[in-house]
């Protein structure tokens, strides 16, 4: 590579030693030509300075050239340029500035990706005003309802802001303390002269510069003045970042183009991504062509290449300097308005270009053209100016506007995100109220955005509506870009004015009618024809249509708010889309078939058009949007006022409710399943329809078109053309027409839906009131109602509601405002969430035909409250609910309901369901008929209560309906009919309902009897319908009485029989009691004669309890057969799982070490790592499990093939699932018998004897070893004890299976507790069993001590099961080993407490770095090796296992003493000293003469026994846990509980007196030479002058780290946080370690690290040094807790923060503030502390299998 010219170092120092910044300035300021003088400078210096050389160096390196680099730029090209400006000394001249500015009344902070942001849902002015942390905690808004979010980066601060916020606009930090001056005030008056002249003519001639550089578009020039003065052949590779290209492409194409490794590559592709450019190469012009030819040509075949130049190395130079230059702009005005408005002077002068030429104007209408980094650099700078001066965002506002079209047109082009586009800044000027109408009116804003946007959508078809291509990736990702137009649009809209100008009018309505010519682009879009025949091939396009049409939902809203809010408007506004409609159906009835229809005595004239076989679009905004006018017309009064204004007499109802209908009807028979041929499209296409996302605009305003039409036309003739446009019509206008109809049509299933379908179109347009101006309601009522009919489906979390309620402009849905007065709230507990129920008093307000109910929420609903009322006793009618009275406007539409058509109707439907032979009804109809008839009786009743005594009541439906059918129908009256039906015994469901009904048309007779003399008051209409109730009540109570009765006898019959046959086998029955009294008087007498056993409760030692004589029944989970547990018998296994473990562990920072290096026989009492096993508990034959496993690796090696991702287990490592209960295991423990009862013939020797044998008997071995591994031994062979066999091979008391089963765990806790590969030959093997047997045994003890939990009988079964079985495992492990092994592992453990003679032992660790129950654990198990060999009948195996205890207890004693520190005494004891406390001081004292000054001198007995007896409790504990289950002795009841005396029954368990220093004191003689011993050893005094970890006891329990209650402080902690390999980039997902307070960056290729070769994530990289391949994380921006178990598992677990209504928030989408849940983290740091995280992620896995495979090692 061609090596460039460069300054050496020396050079530039002697520049820096020569350059004087002051002197420079001096020069600059005598000089004529300032911009020449200064350009020079920049020409001479910044290509030395900068960008000198490739970017392959080290790391280290590269941080020092970077630091270099900045020194420089700061004293040779800022430093003069600070001196210039200021005229003298820049700290001395920022500071005087800083005095004479005052405090900002702006915050203006700028936010960072994923910084918190906070807005006020009661003050702020819309969505988009916002509040860094600091401001928020400083402001009055901390107290009301908030949103918090994370930002996206490039937003600022809006406090201080007074449009912002309707109340409280400045925190503490920004309340101006002037509320005039700066409004009256020029900040630039209050500079120096001298330094604004020097400020305008710098800034002027820097800016200038760097916007020359950043738009310069030559790669080999520069702009003039700045040719350096030698050029040299010196260039970059410059690689430019898009968003087409994947990372994965990137790093392929420049190891392949620059020849790099694949760490440089992901670094490269790093910076690109983050900066917007790299340099990839450096070297001369050629040599850079091959690279950038390379990467070309590799990329230009799928998509367009990557954008890659050829640069010279003075051009970067000056661009990054550029960038730096407009970076120190941006720092410099922070020190006075005055620069910041000079500056802003600066950028927006016009230059002499004219037009656009401004600075701003140039860096804005270039934008697309610039790389990331620099758009970031300008953006920054120009929100730190230009929007932070009121004046000049503004004007700059106008330029804004004035490119706006350009702009967006530019970005359509570009490829980067809308973050990075100079157009994200509109969010930070249309959203200023004052602003947005400002340039509405003098720069026609609403007009251009619409035009912008409707030019963007350039596909139309014959008739000018869009149409949209395929739905492709591309095609989205280019529609998503004009969507952001619509943003803009919704800004502008987003609060409507409080006072108009005639101006504002004008501009307005122009607007408004641009966005007419939108929507009637739209009308009619997508339209369809139903298949008859043959499926439809392929599914037409409908996505992009729906996804315009959500996005113009709240932009429609808003025009309707607008609108609503002036009169004038709302009338011209009125007229504008009446004449649009007018021209949409232009062509409707023309060709159509006119036709004449007749029912019930009533004609009307029509058109023929048939829905199932004419086109048809759900399309219809403009329609829409009339409806919407019309009903604001009734709702502000303006159609009542001003009707002479309004073109009502133009309306033609008949035309206004024609598409509406068609569309009603559509969804109508999809639901009748007649459009089944046409495909998804359809059926997604109604789903959107009715969602609450689009239904505001959609089908809500449908809705009330057909209410606006029906309100204006004769209600007869309303019906019939809806019965028309149903095709239904044939079936009602004569009553035998419908069985010749029905014999025609074979689908009577779907002539069945339509009618029901059609009957509650009709329910919902009389009764669906609760919509301002169409009823008289206000907007809150409507949300209650909401509310309310979703909690009668089942109570609802807060979440799920606000899902169900549309959403405002403002992201509101007013929930929080009605939600007390309708519901309860029911707080969660440790799962689930918290749920709102339903107040009892609001069910009686439930209607069943709520119009937002889908068939299945209806369904839900009816049965609830249909059993809510029946747990109450009510009956289960389900009447409509009292109806809100409707608006002048629409005062018209209950005549429907007493219309004759409608009456001839459901008289037809009544005398169907009189005659069910026909099968020609549905119940759903019949039900329609019951509840329109309920709702017009009252309607009935409601106007005879508020009509006065003289009034006259036109609504007379009860008289309607006692007159019989007309003719040609000779049906009797509906009332007749329902009279009939009351009591039919096919109609039980409804017979509730009819009867309300006649009790309601009994009730409005009396009324209107009654009114002739007075109003009546409801209390009495309800007197006849009350005494109807008693009498049903009545009813009930003697059915139910008859019931008991009925019962009562039969019981007695059967007690009667049970005597009966007890007298019958009299004889039988005497001996089953005889022997019941036996063992009754046996427990009674048994209390005495166990007493003394009670109290000797012992599990360990010659008097020791045992339990041999229990046989053990186990049942096989797979073939259920049943086995007795044998030694020789078939061998049984128990599903376990072996995992390793650092939960205990005490020094995480200790190193992974060498597996194949690592001595494991003595664990550190830091214990660092452990091996813990866990069982489900679930019992096998070992060959049942073989041919099982067998069977799952096949399965495996099968489905490897169809190239499935990981599963949730992995049969390579042995996993599988346990076949009962799916839980996550990878081995099995062997279930051996239980341990034999002790020899009490034998005589149990002493210490002293015991030890004396051990030690010959070890020396004996030990010289027998070294013999047969070195040849003849020099020194003399020592005396072999007594019947001592020394070669002697012991007879293996299991059978082959069982041996099998052995090996089989011993070499799975081998292989997972030292990562390596299995081998029976390592003599590792039986020390990794105990050490599994040990670890989980201390970390039972640990969780039950933790939880308060007695020591004994409080273990679930498949815990206890797994100790017992691994505990027994453990003690027969050592058979499967060389005999030689085990008896050198006892020879070394033994070696730590005694000194063997002639052992040559050197390597014995000292007594502070061996965990004393391990060593107990040990040498217990190995002990029963050098046992075996003993023929001399003295088989004394139980005082052995005592002794060691003793030993160990001992051992264990001084460890503590050892470690113990005077800081963890309390106050002091009075009175005497016990005899615990003298010994306890005396072998401290002992200890002390050993040591000397490494302890400390301590004369308080008492605090130095409390301590010992407090360290030394958890290994008792331990250590009765293990002899428990070796033994299987069953402990004392003081132990089954946590009362008083836990310390003395532990100690009798034990076999050891409750003064522990007796141990010492009894056997000082012997047992002090062996404390000298172990004081002396070096590794003692080091590791006490702090050479080694000291541990202390008792050690504390590990817990989770301490979270924050206030979740917002945690994304501030994240948001400060930077990657550590990026150059101080920000993490895009920090990730909080929960076991020890890192914060990593997750999920991104830069902290990307290799583990056992391959590459992994910082989370999957850290769970192996912290967690030993377990992993709990909080992805902090996600609000999600991550568990990972290895490379390829993990899973997602609900996080501990929850907002106030007991919800978490994955993702913070919602933003309710969250607050810490003690108690579910308490349940995430138990599932830890059992070692059950494994267990979680593998059930997570098993459920989710159906999901796309997450890659969970790059996390």
Request: proline fraction near 5%; aromatic fraction near 8%; charge should be negative.
């Amino acid at each position: 590579m061609a090596e460039p010219s460069r300054d050496p170092p020396s050079a530039l120092s002697a520049d820096f030693m020569s350059f004087s910044p002051g002197d420079t300035a001096s020069r600059w300021l005598a000089c004529a030509d300032l911009q020449q003088e200064v350009y020079c400078h920049l020409a001479e210096y910044v290509p030395r300075i900068l960008c000198q050389g490739g970017g392959m160096a080290e790391h280290r390196e590269e941080q020092r050239e970077e630091q270099r680099e900045e020194l420089a730029l700061q004293l040779l090209l800022l430093a003069p340029l600070e001196w210039f400006l200021l005229g003298g000394e820049p700290a001395a001249g920022l500071a005087l500035l800083q005095q004479g500015g005052g405090a900002a009344a702006l915050c203006g902070h700028v936010f960072k990706v994923g910084e918190p942001t906070y807005s006020c849902r009661e003050c702020a002015a819309d969505p988009t005003c916002v509040l860094c942390m600091q401001c928020f905690l400083a402001s009055a808004h901390r107290h009301h309802r908030y949103r918090m979010t994370t930002s996206g980066g490039g937003g600022f601060c809006d406090c201080g802001d007074a449009e912002a916020w309707k109340t409280g606009p400045s925190c503490q930090n920004h309340t101006p303390a002037d509320q005039n001056r700066e409004t009256e005030e020029d900040p630039v008056s209050l500079l120096p002269p001298a330094v604004e002249e020097r400020s305008c003519s710098i800034f002027s001639i820097i800016l200038q510069y760097a916007v020359d550089l950043l738009t310069w578009e030559q790669e080999d020039q520069l702009p003039a003045g700045l040719e350096p003065p030698q050029r040299s052949d010196s260039y970059y590779c410059m690689l430019f970042n898009d968003e087409v290209h994947t990372y994965e492409q990137v790093i392929y194409t420049l190891q392949k183009a620059v020849n790099c490794s694949q760490k440089e590559a992901v670094s490269f592709a790093t910076t690109v991504d983050r900066d917007g450019r790299k340099s990839v190469r450096f070297g001369d012009h050629q040599f850079c062509e091959q690279a950038k030819a390379v990467i070309v040509r590799s990329t230009s075949r799928q998509s367009k290449p990557l954008r890659v130049q050829v640069m010279h190395s003075a051009l970067v130079a000056h661009q990054c300097f550029a960038l730096k230059a407009l970076g120190w702009l941006g720092q410099i005005i922070q020190y006075s308005d005055g620069l910041r408005r000079i500056l802003c002077q600066v950028g927006l002068r016009p230059g002499p270009e004219g037009e656009n030429s401004s600075l701003v104007d140039r860096l804005m209408l270039n934008d697309s053209k610039m790389w990331k980094g620099a758009r970031n650099v300008y953006h920054q700078l120009l929100m730190n100016s230009l929007l932070m001066d009121r004046k000049f965002k503004k004007l700059f506002a106008i330029r804004f506007a004035k490119n706006y079209r350009r702009l967006q047109t530019d970005f359509m082009e570009d490829d980067h995100d809308r973050l990075v586009s100079v157009t994200a800044l509109s969010v930070q000027l249309f959203t200023v109220p004052t602003l947005a109408r400002m340039l509405m009116v003098e720069e026609n804003l609403m007009m251009t955005i619409i035009r912008t946007f409707v030019d963007q959508l350039r596909h139309r078809d014959a008739q000018g509506r869009f149409q949209f291509d395929r739905y492709t990736a591309q095609q989205a990702f280019k529609f998503g870009r004009v969507q952001s137009l619509i943003g803009d649009l919704k800004y502008v809209l987003i609060s409507p004015p409080p006072q108009w100008s005639q101006q504002l009018r004008t501009k307005f309505l122009d607007g408004f009618e641009t966005f007419l010519d939108l929507l009637r682009c739209m009308q009619g879009m997508d339209p369809v024809v139903r298949q008859v025949g043959q499926h439809i091939e392929m599914e037409p396009e409908w996505e992009a249509a729906f996804t315009l049409q959500m996005k113009l939902t709240h932009i429609i809203t808003m025009m309707q708010e607008w609108c609503s809010t002036d009169e004038h408007v709302l009338i011209e506004a009125y007229k504008k889309c009446l004449s649009a409609l007018s021209q949409c159906q232009g062509g409707l009835p023309d060709g159509e078939q006119p036709i004449s229809l007749s029912l019930a005595g009533h004609t009307v004239d029509t058109f023929r058009y048939q829905v199932s076989q004419e086109k048809v679009s759900i399309h219809l905004p403009v329609c829409r949007l009339l409806a919407g006018l019309h009903v604001l017309l009734s709702k502000t009064e303006v159609a009542s006022r001003l009707p002479e204004q309004l073109p009502l007499g133009e309306l033609s109802p008949h035309l206004l409710i024609e598409l509406p209908l068609r569309c009603l009807v559509l969804c109508a028979q999809v639901h009748a399943g007649m459009w089944r041929r046409n495909g998804f499209s359809l059926i997604n296409q109604i789903y959107y329809y009715h969602n609450v996302k689009c239904r505001v605009e959609m089908f809500d305003k449908d809705l009330a078109m057909l209410q606006v039409g029906a309100s204006m036309m004769d209600p007869n003739h309303f019906l019939m053309i809806v019965l028309s446009r149903f095709e239904l019509f044939h079936t009602f206008s004569a009553a035998d027409l419908r069985r010749r109809y029905r014999e025609a049509n074979k689908d009577l299933a779907q002539q069945n839906t339509l009618i029901e379908e059609m009957l509650h179109l009709i329910i919902m347009v009389v009764g669906e009131r609760y919509v301002p101006g169409v009823g008289q309601v206000e907007l809150l009522d409507e949300v209650r109602r909401e509310i309310l009919h979703q909690l009668c489906i089942r109570p609802m979390a807060h979440s799920e509601l606000v899902k169900a309620l549309p959403e405002n402009g403002n992201k509101e849905t007013g929930l929080e405002r009605v939600i007390d007065s309708v519901a309860s709230f029911r707080k969660p507990g440790v799962t689930g969430r918290g749920l709102y129920e339903l107040r009892p008093e609001w069910s009686k307000r439930f209607d069943l035909y709520f119009h937002h109910y889908s068939r299945a929420d209806q369904s839900k609903a009816e049965e609830a409250q249909r059993n809510l009322r029946r747990q109450n006793g009510e009956d289960t009618a389900l009447p409509p609910p009292r109806p809100p009275p409707l608006c002048p406007l629409f005062g018209s539409l209950v005549n429907l309901l007493q219309c004759d058509a409608l009456l001839a109707l459901e008289g037809a439907v009544l005398q169907w369901a009189v005659e069910p032979s026909g099968g020609g009804w549905t119940e759903s109809m019949l039900q329609r008929v019951l509840h329109l008839v309920a709702m017009a009786l009252l309607e009935e009743q409601q106007q005879l209560e508020s009509s006065g005594a003289d009034e006259d009541v036109s609504f007379t439906f009860s008289t309607r309906i006692t007159r019989p059918g007309e003719a040609p129908s000779t049906s009797g009256s509906v009332l007749a009919l329902l009279e009939s039906l009351q009591n039919a015994p096919h109609l039980e469901v409804h017979k509730d309902m009819i009867t309300w009904i006649l009790k309601m048309v009994g009730n409005i007779k009396t009324t209107r009897e009654r009114t002739s003399g007075s109003s009546v008051s409801v209390s009495h209409g309800r007197r006849p319908e009350e005494s109807v109730r008693d009498k049903d009540k009545a009813e009930r109570k003697r059915k139910a009485e008859m019931a008991r009765l009925r019962r009562e006898k039969v019981m007695a019959q059967m007690s009667e029989m049970q005597k009966h046959f007890i007298n019958e086998n009299k004889e039988l029955f005497q001996q089953s009691m005889e022997d019941l009294e036996a063992a009754a008087t046996a427990t009674e007498h048994s209390p005495p004669s166990l007493e003394p056993t009670c109290v000797a409760h012992i599990c360990v030692g010659p008097m020791r309890v045992g339990g041999a004589e229990r046989r053990q029944l186990v049942t096989c989970i797979l073939c259920q057969e049943e086995q007795e547990v044998r030694g020789h018998g078939r061998a049984m296994v128990l599903a376990a799982f072996i995992q390793r473990s650092t939960v205990l562990s005490k020094n995480r920072s200790r190193g992974i070490p060498d597996p194949e290096r690592l001595d494991p026989l003595f664990m550190h009492p830091d214990l660092s790592v452990g091996v813990h096993t866990a069982s489900c508990g679930h019992i096998m034959h070992a060959t049942c499990w073989q041919r099982y496993f067998e069977a799952v690796q096949q399965k495996e090696q099968r489905r490897q093939q169809r190239l499935r991702g990981h599963t949730s287990y992995d049969v390579e490592n042995g996993e599988f699932l346990c076949p009962l209960c799916e839980c996550l295991s990878n081995t099995v423990i062997p279930l051996l018998p239980h341990a034999c009862s002790p020899d009490r013939s034998v005589e149990h020797p002493c210490l002293e004897t015991w030890l004396k044998r051990t030690n010959q008997q070890a020396a004996a071995l030990g010289f027998t070893h070294r013999k047969q591994s070195h040849g003849a031994a020099q020194q003399v062979e020592p005396a072999v004890p007594d019947r001592f066999r020394v070669g002697f091979d012991p007879q293996n008391s299991f059978s082959s299976g069982v041996g099998e089963m052995i090996n089989t765990f011993s070499m799975s806790a081998y292989k997972v507790g030292l990562k390596v590969n299995p081998n029976e030959q390592d003599p590792r093997v039986p020390v990794l069993s105990w050490s599994t047997c040990a670890y989980t045994l201390q970390s039972t003890e640990r969780l039950l001590m933790d939880e308060k939990k007695p020591l004994f009988g409080s273990l679930p079964c498949r815990q206890d099961d797994c100790l017992s079985s691994l505990t027994r495992f453990s003690s027969a492990c050592w058979t499967a080993a060389p005999i030689r092994t085990v008896q050198n592992h006892f020879i070394r453990l033994l070696s730590v407490l005694v000194p063997i003679p002639d052992s040559q032992l050197e390597d014995a660790p000292c007594i502070l770095d061996v965990d004393m129950f391990h060593l107990l654990v040990y040498s217990v198990l190995s002990y029963s090796s050098l046992h075996s060999l003993d023929q001399s009948g003295r088989r004394s195996v139980d005082s052995a296992h005592l002794h060691l205890l003793h030993l160990v207890t001992v051992a264990h004693l001084v460890q503590v003493l050892l470690t113990f520190t005077t800081g963890e005494l309390s106050m002091d004891q009075d009175g005497e000293e016990s005899e615990e406390e003298q010994l306890t001081c005396q072998l401290y004292g002992r200890l002390r003469d050993h040591l000397g000054r490494c302890l400390p001198d301590i004369s308080c007995g008492w605090r130095l026994w409390r301590c010992v007896r407090a360290s030394v409790l958890p290994f008792l504990r331990t250590a009765a846990l293990f002899f428990h289950y070796m033994n299987s002795a069953s402990p004392p009841a003081d132990l089954l509980g946590t009362g008083p005396g836990q310390w003395e029954a532990l100690c009798s368990y034990l076999s050891l007196p409750s003064n522990l220093l007796l141990l010492y004191q009894n056997q000082r003689t012997l047992l002090e030479p062996l404390i000298h011993r172990w004081c002396c050893h070096p590794g003692v005094g080091q590791v006490l002058h702090g050479g080694g970890v000291l541990v202390r006891f008792p050690r504390e329990s590990n817990r989770l780290i301490d979270l924050p209650e206030d979740y917002s402080i945690l994304i501030n902690q994240a948001s400060s946080f930077t990657c550590p390999r990026s150059g101080g980039d920000k993490s895009r997902a920090p990730t909080l370690c929960l076991v020890c307070g890192c914060m990593l960056c997750s999920q991104s290729y830069c902290c990307q690290t290799e583990v056992e070769g391959e590459d992994v994530g910082a989370c999957t990289a850290h769970t192996f040094t912290c967690g030993a391949g377990i992993g709990l994380f909080l992805r902090v921006r996600e609000s999600q807790v991550l568990f990972v178990a290895g490379k390829t598992k993990g899973c997602f677990y609900p996080p501990p923060y929850l907002d106030d209504y007991g919800e978490t928030d994955p993702g913070l989408k919602r933003g309710n503030p969250l607050h810490l849940c003690s108690e579910r983290y308490q349940k995430i740091e138990r599932l830890w502390r059992q070692h059950g995280i494994a267990e979680v992620i593998g059930h997570a896995q098993e459920a989710n299998q159906t999901l796309v495979a997450i890659d969970w090692q790059h996390l």
